[in-house]
């Protein structure tokens, strides 16, 4: 079955560089989700989108923006890199099933080392 | 606002006896429950979900939650551990009202001897 797909899967980037991580969704689903989780940290929320729009916003920070696009793949834009933005970031994917989503499928994540 | 807690950072057990890793919960609404397993450097894998009717959920892997609405909890159990089943597990929760994001509790290492 076909998973969340996301590219790069590690990326090594300078202070004050920009990013950008890309994802893929699940065919058919709607939703796209973005976390980070820096080591030993839990995944924390970033931002959703639903049908191209957003639709939640975590602790995302001014630097980052991120959008969904047509046909449904999504890219997180990370401006002015810093040291603590190095993290695994992850993109999810869902179906909205009746005005409710369920559960999400990740993917396996993007390594960001800011140096 | 919608919480997880896992108030165990690690939990040890022998291979073959059973397994349980505690979860509560704190939704505003009623509560969509999630079980995930991360391995070293890999993606979060869905195991279970708890939506509504029974409250005995089975998933991947032979794992199980029990969801137990007057206590707010939701704990992972499996009857006889294996060594794979070794790894970072997080409970999740997306309250019904918001049905956007999914928040993840601290994560519970797992660690199963031979």
């Known amino acids: 079955a076909a998973g969340v797909i996301q590219s790069p899967r590690h990326l090594i980037k300078e202070k004050r560089e920009t990013a950008t991580l890309k994802c893929y969704p699940i065919?058919?689903?709607?939703?796209v989700y973005w976390y980070q989780q820096g080591p030993g940290q839990d995944p924390q929320f970033l931002i959703s989108?639903?049908?191209?729009?957003?639709?939640d916003k975590g602790s995302i920070p001014d630097r980052f923006s991120a959008q969904q696009f047509s046909d449904y793949h999504s890219e997180l834009n990370m401006s002015s890199l810093e040291l603590g933005d190095s993290a695994l970031y992850f993109c999810?994917?869902?179906?909205?099933?009746?005005?409710?989503?369920?559960?999400?499928?990740f993917g396996q994540g993007t390594r960001l080392t800011v140096v | 606002a919608q919480s997880v807690a896992q108030p165990e950072d690690q939990v040890n057990v022998a291979e073959g006896n059973p397994l349980t890793v505690k979860c509560t919960y704190s939704?505003?609404?009623?509560?969509?429950l999630f079980w995930y397993v991360q391995y070293p450097n890999r993606g979060l894998q869905f195991l279970l979900k708890?939506?509504?009717?029974?409250?005995l959920v089975k998933g991947s892997y032979g794992f199980e939650a029990e969801f137990n609405k007057s206590q707010t909890s939701f704990h992972l159990k499996k009857p006889s551990a294996l060594v794979s089943d070794s790894a970072l597990y997080f409970c999740?929760?997306?309250?019904?009202?918001?049905?956007?994001?999914?928040?993840f509790g601290s994560g519970t290492r797992l660690s199963i001897r031979p």
């Open positions: 999810a994917s869902s179906q909205r099933t009746g005005g409710i989503n369920t559960e999400a499928f």
């Open positions: 065919p058919r689903h709607d939703t």
């Open positions: 989108f639903y049908e191209k729009m957003q639709s």
């Open positions: 939704v505003s609404g009623n509560p969509y």
């Open positions: 708890y939506i509504t009717g029974d409250n």
């Open positions: 999740a929760v997306r309250d019904y009202s918001s049905a956007s994001k999914i928040i």
